[in-house]
């Protein structure tokens, strides 16, 4: 069955450094999303892209945050200058060509634990 | 502002016994409603997927319905088994949004 694949699956990094999440979406997929989850708190929105462009941005991504589709595959969450913060688990989602009304499916997360 | 909320926060119930997850939301514009299964430190598996337009969607065991215009969804899990043991969490696909907005989850232990 099709799965949305994420690496790494754990990064520890020191604050202040960049550090690039990776995501292989389902390959027929057209809407690609980052989410985040702290531990113990709600899973948030980040960032939806499509066609190449982000269509629509949360207010926790500003521009400490990028992303990123570098080619027909992977999607790329870049996160400058770590902070204590964004020490969090980060979901990579896709959907497929019935935009809005699509179902989401989630990679396994990369957990980012920053020092 | 539009969020969603899940009750009860956590449910410990003996096997084989039937249970009802509920989740509301505050605003009945809606595209879609999905609920999820997550283990500890691990993904969201995707479980249904509700339209706005429709009332109900079942899987197995499973059967999720949709309430727009009270804000209401619930997940009903039959027969259930220490497998079900997670969290079961609800995100609705509000109109004119591309996020999904998801609640805090519901915590089930299904007790052998």
């Known amino acids: 069955e099709p799965e949305v694949t994420q690496t790494p699956s754990h990064q520890v990094t020191q604050m202040g450094q960049e550090v690039i999440l990776r995501c292989v979406p389902i390959s027929n997929h057209l809407y690609f999303y980052w989410y985040r989850q702290i531990l113990g708190q709600k899973v948030e929105f980040l960032v939806s892209?499509?066609?190449?462009?982000?269509?629509?941005k949360s207010e926790i991504f500003d521009d400490q945050f990028s992303v990123e589709r570098p080619d027909g595959s992977n999607f790329t969450l870049k996160i400058r200058s770590t902070k204590l913060e964004d020490s969090a688990m980060y979901f990579c989602a896709s959907s497929g060509g019935t935009g809005l009304y699509g179902e989401l499916f989630f990679g396994e997360g990369s957990r980012l634990t920053v020092l | 502002k539009q969020e969603v909320t899940q009750i009860p926060a956590a449910l410990s119930v003996p096997e084989g016994e039937n249970l009802v997850l509920n989740c509301s939301f505050t605003?009945?514009?809606?595209?879609?409603l999905q609920w999820f299964r997550q283990d500890p430190g691990k993904g969201l598996t995707s479980l249904l997927l509700i339209q706005s337009s429709q009332r109900e969607q079942t899987s197995g065991r499973l059967n999720a319905s949709l309430d727009k215009s009270s804000g209401r969804s619930t997940l009903y899990i039959a027969a259930s088994q220490p497998g079900d043991s997670a969290t079961y969490l609800c995100a609705v696909k509000y109109t004119g949004r591309r996020a999904l907005t998801f609640g805090s989850g519901t915590r089930l232990q299904v007790q052998p």
């Open positions: 605003d009945s514009a809606i595209y879609n």
């Open positions: 892209f499509y066609n190449n462009e982000i269509s629509e």
